[in-house]
């Protein structure tokens, strides 16, 4: 079973920032199609961004320019910068490589 490992989250006050990480065995990153997810309060888990093998790129339509997703296949790592954070965008985000979910992390966002 492949592990991801998700890392970054915490708390910030409104208009700050956070990059949130997520890790995976090499040979499994190189080819895959991944993403960032989350689940705000009282929703159901939403796309928030995506990265194909090639760089391509998508994003929910809330994200408005705010957040990067990015890969660094020689780290084995996905990125997601996320900038100009608002109370809103607090929730659970996921990462996910292919069919494979990352545990969660929590990001609180303050007014």
């Known amino acids: 079973q492949v592990l991801l490992v998700e890392s970054g989250g915490g708390s910030v006050q409104a208009g700050g920032s956070l990059r949130l990480s997520c890790q995976a065995p090499?040979?499994?990153?190189?080819?895959?199609?991944m993403g960032w997810y989350r689940q705000v309060p009282g929703e159901q888990r939403e796309l928030v961004a995506t990265i194909n093998t090639m760089g391509g790129t998508e994003y929910g339509d809330f994200v408005e320019r705010r957040f990067t997703i990015s890969r660094d296949n020689a780290m084995k790592t996905m990125y997601l910068q996320m900038n100009n954070l608002k109370p809103e965008d607090t929730g659970v985000y996921y990462c996910?490589?292919?069919?494979?979910w990352g545990q969660g992390t929590q990001v609180t966002v303050s007014p």
């Open positions: 090499g040979d499994f990153f190189r080819v895959s199609f």
């Open positions: 996910k490589i292919a069919s494979t």
